[in-house]
């Protein structure tokens, strides 16, 4: 008799947890993105592994004098244009792809991402919560109101809100920038109410990210990780995809819908 495959087991004990549960939400990570070509920052491959850890003042380098800031930005794209060209060219996976479907259907009742590269909208998800904030808006560091970048006049340098005249910055949160206001309570008030959380691709290193998990865990939540590799929360999770999100979220989609059939 053929081995049954150690993921399938994990996937019918998550479709149980999840079926069984009344609020999903996912906290997702760089890991989502990687079959989309956009390399994670940690780990191998890890942006942050080949070029070293970003400096952590990153905003207070851009609040001292936000058009010295702003003009280098436009003239030079810097050391990270393997990333912002990955950024450019990527197209939603299969992960993302299943996630949207999740949500469609029900089984997902909100995504929390940490991702920047806009790819859970451009696979029809609708609710989502980008804690890092979307590299094709801008934010009003004032009144915090967003704009679409490709839309900007970029003529006034720092550019300017059209609300409320304050500088205008990229909507992706700097190192060393607080969240902001309304991501962080969106983020709150999903978690609290969340009976199951997925991990998808994420190392759980970063924070306030990494605590909503434990929030929920608190709350009584179930913890799913879907990610091939270990993370610091593996051991607090009530099941674990061990695989790449492109191959876990697909089959687990397929074996909810079956599921669901099998009890209507
Ligand atoms: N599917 C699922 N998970 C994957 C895959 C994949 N195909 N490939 C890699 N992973 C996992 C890795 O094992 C790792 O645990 O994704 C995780 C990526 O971790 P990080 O690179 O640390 O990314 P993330 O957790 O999103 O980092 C958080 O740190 O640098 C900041 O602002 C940045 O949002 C980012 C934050």
Redesign the pocket.
Known sequence: MAARDPLHEAIEETTRIVAASSYVVALV????S??SGIP????PG?I?TKVGEPVMNGYQRFIADPAEWWAERLSDRDELSEFIQALEAAQPNK?HQAMAEMERDGFLHHTIT??IDNLHQEAGSQEITEI?GNRLKLRCIDCDARFPLKEFPLDEIPPRCPQCRGIMKPDTVMFGEPIPVDALRSCEYHTSLCDCMLL???????YP?AEFPIIALRNGARLIE????E?PLSDLCAAILRA???EALPRLLEELRRARKSTS
């Not at 990570?29 to 989502?32: H, K, S, V």
């Not at 998808?200 to 970063?206: D, K, N, R």
């Not at 879907?226 to 590799?229: A, I, Y």
């Open positions: 990570g760089a890991g989502i990687v079959e994670p920052f940690r780990g890890g942050w992960a940490q991702n890092h998808v691709g994420t190392s759980a290193v970063v990210a879907v990610n091939p590799e993370t790449p999100a492109g």
